[in-house]
C-alpha cells in the first residue's frame, strides 16, 4: 500500500491519502460511503500495517484521524473497486510521507558512497566503518515533501542533492534484535539529504557534524510504501530497485538500493541500543553510489548540464527516482524571506 499526507488549502485540513491509479484519495472521505468502500478492501495478515495507525496518531495527535487510519491500514486496496470516487490527482499537490517526523538519523551504508566521498579528500575507509552502521542526527524539524520549493541557502555555496532511502519506523521499541527489527518498519520513502559541502567539509574537520551544512532541510516522499509492497524484489541486504537522480531533466546518478552494505534492520538495531525509538522516526540510508555531486565531481556536472557551475542554484529541479517508491521532485528557489538581524 501506498499512503501520504497532503494539505488541502480549500479545507484548511491536512489529510491521509492512499495513492492508487495515478490518484489519491482522501481516507476520510472514503469513510463517509462505508458500505461500497469495504467491498474496495480485503484483509491482510501483516500486522506491521495495523501499527501505521500508531505512526500517525503519534504525527497528527489527532485521535479521529488516527482512527480512520487504523481502520484503512488495517485492510488491502483493491484499486480497481475505487473507480466510483472522488480522488485529488497527483500532480499540482505537494505533499509527504510524514508531515512530521519525530526525529531523523541519516546513516552511511553504502560503500561505494564512503569511499568515493573519502578517497576524493585523500582518505581511506576506517576500520571502524564495517564494524558497525553510523548515523548522525539532522534537523527533523525543517522536512520538506513533494514538489515543495527549497529557498537556495544564503550560508553556503556548494548545494548538493544526496540519493537515499529511508526507513519510517512504525511502533514504539528499544533495544530491538536485528532478527526482528524488519517488523518495526511502517514503510519506505524516498530521501533527499540537502547538504552544503563547503561548510560541511569546514566543520568536519574540527571532529564534530555535519551540523550547519546540513540542517537546512531535507525532503521526504512521496509516498510511504508498506514493506510488502517490496518483498518480490528483495536482494542481498536490500532490495533490487533502480535509483536514478536528475537535474533539470538530465540523468546524473544511478544506483542500486541492493547494493547496500548495511541493511535497515542492522541500522534500526544500531539505533535503538539502549534508546527507545518511536512512531515516526527517520532513519536514512545514506547515500548510494554515485548518488551526489561530491562524488560525480561539480566539474563533470556543469560540462553534463552545460554550463560553467556544477553545484546546484536557484532554478534548478532535482528529481530523485527509486523504482516502486516514486520520484521526489524539488524546485530550488532564491530565498527571498530571509530574516537579517
Known sequence: MKFCTVYLPNQEMTCICVAANRHLYPVHELLQDREPFLSAWQLTNDRRLSWLNELFET??????????????????LMEHAL???RHLPQTDLSYAPVVQATSLRDFFAFEEHVRTARSNR??????????????????????????????????????????????VIGVE??????????????????????SLRDLQIEEVKVGLGPAKGKDFATSLGPFLVTPDELEDRRSGKGYDLEMVARVNGVELSRGNWRDIHWSFSEM???????VTLYPGDVLGSGTVGSGCILELGAENVAAKLDRKYGWLQAGDVVELEVERLGVLRNKIVKDSDSLAL
Open 59 to 76: 504525527v497528527f495527535d489527532s485521535q479521529t484521524v488516527a482512527e480512520q487510519f487504523a481502520w484503512a491500514a488495517e485492510l488491502r
Open 173 to 194: 521499541c528499544r533495544d530491538v534484535p536485528a532478527e526482528a527489527a524488519d517488523e518495526v518498519i511502517a514503510g519506505y520513502t524516498i530521501l533527499n539529504d540537502w
Open 268 to 274: 534500526i538495531t544500531r539505533a535503538s541500543q539502549g
Open 122 to 167: 585523500g582518505l581511506d575507509v576506517p576500520p571502524e566503518w564495517y564494524q558497525f552502521p553510523v548515523f548522525y542526527f539532522s534537523n527533523h524539524q525543517s522536512i520538506l515533501g513533494h514538489d515543495a520549493e527549497l529557498p537556495s541557502p544564503t550560508h553556503g555555496k556548494w548545494l548538493d542533492y544526496e540519493l537515499e532511502v529511508a526507513a
Open 83 to 85: 473507480q466510483n470516487f
